[in-house]
């Protein structure tokens, strides 16, 4: 007789569509510990812009994947799938029920879909790029990984310069395409009973969400965060420093701006990278899609219907 797959619940959608609160909320339903698929919640140090839950909801829910690497290193989506996966296999052997929960698309494919043999790295090349890139645009950048290795491009969104740039170093460096790597972890989701739930708020409802996270997370201290970090020595080169609203307040903190002008750009980066969240996830076509509100029973009869159909 087979051994029956264990659950992975998967939650994902745009930022501020509410994933934590809906994962956490489960999680204590159910029996489940969350493992953020946050790419800077990995990041000691960076709390209260990335959102992380307050250390009394950590008490009552384990989360993983957060507070894993100091704030001046590099933390790559290979890395991150390499320790989540732990980290899901860890839940499962408590009998537990693992929540993957995020909103980089990138690292849940990395962890779902595996990641490429091998971690090329080219750091002269990879600052030539750069360089090039902000000369040229990030359209610019983009069309020209377009001609050269158009599987890469149609999964990597225009405006994302970093992931561009990453995919033609494999390219330059290797004279392959960064999309034909083989993949030997691809198979390590069909270990599990994979069920996805996508959040999709209005675009309205999605722009309010926002305006209030961002005027709650500045009211929460986001500068005094932004300016411990900096008074540590931290670059505001660092990788960690890419998170979204992190420049800014920085800007505003060294008096570059004012806090109004931080706020204002911060909340059009957010839109702008929710948009960009919303047309990656489009192409989850095997998730079930529902409203904020409507998504904790969803997710609950999901779950129901699935032990119904395993038993």
């Known amino acids: 007789m087979r051994q029956k797959r264990p659950p992975l619940l998967v939650i994902f ?3 501020g569509a509410g994933k934590t609160e809906l994962a956490h909320r489960v999680a204590l339903a159910r029996g489940g510990e969350v493992v953020s698929a946050d790419a800077f919640a990995v990041y000691r140090g960076l709390d209260v812009g ?24 590099a933390f790559s ?4 799938a390499e320790e989540a996966r732990a980290a899901v296999e860890g839940v499962t052997r408590r009998n537990r029920l ?9 690292y849940l494919s990395a962890l779902l879909g595996g990641l ?9 090349l990879r600052t030539a790029l750069s360089q090039w890139a902000r000369r040229r645009g990030a359209a610019a ?11 890469s491009a149609r999964r990597i969104p225009v405006g994302n310069l970093r992931y561009t740039i990453r995919a033609l170093e494999i390219l330059l460096a290797t004279g392959r395409e960064a999309s034909s790597r083989a993949r030997p972890t691809a198979d390590w989701a069909a270990g599990f009973r994979v069920r996805k739930v996508g959040l999709r708020p209005a675009p309205a409802q999605l722009h309010v969400r926002i305006e209030d996270r961002v005027h709650r997370m500045l009211e929460e201290g986001w500068d005094a965060e932004v300016r411990r970090l900096l008074d540590m020595g931290l670059s505001l080169e660092a990788n960690s420093f890419q998170a979204i609203g992190y420049r800014q307040v920085a800007e505003w903190v060294l008096g570059r701006i004012s806090r109004r002008e931080a706020e204002e750009q911060i909340m059009a980066a957010t839109r702008a990278l929710a948009k960009r969240q919303r047309t990656w996830f489009a192409r989850e076509r095997d998730a079930t899609w529902v409203a904020p509100e409507e998504s904790f029973a969803t997710t609950l009869a999901l779950l129901d219907e699935e032990d119904r159909e395993t038993r």
Do not use: Q
Not at 77 to 80: C, D, E, P, T, V
Not at 98 to 106: D, M
């Open 141 to 151: 950048a983009h069309l020209f990984l377009e001609r050269n290795d158009p599987s």
């Open 50 to 73: 990335t959102a992380k839950p307050s250390p009394a909801r950590r008490a009552e829910v384990a989360y993983h994947m957060l507070d894993v690497a100091s704030p001046d290193e």
């Open 13 to 15: 959608g745009p930022t």
């Open 98 to 106: 693992p929540i993957l929960c995020g909103g980089s698309g990138f």
């Open 77 to 80: 989506a290979g890395r991150w």
């Open 116 to 124: 490429p043999v091998g971690d090329v790295r080219d750091p002269t």
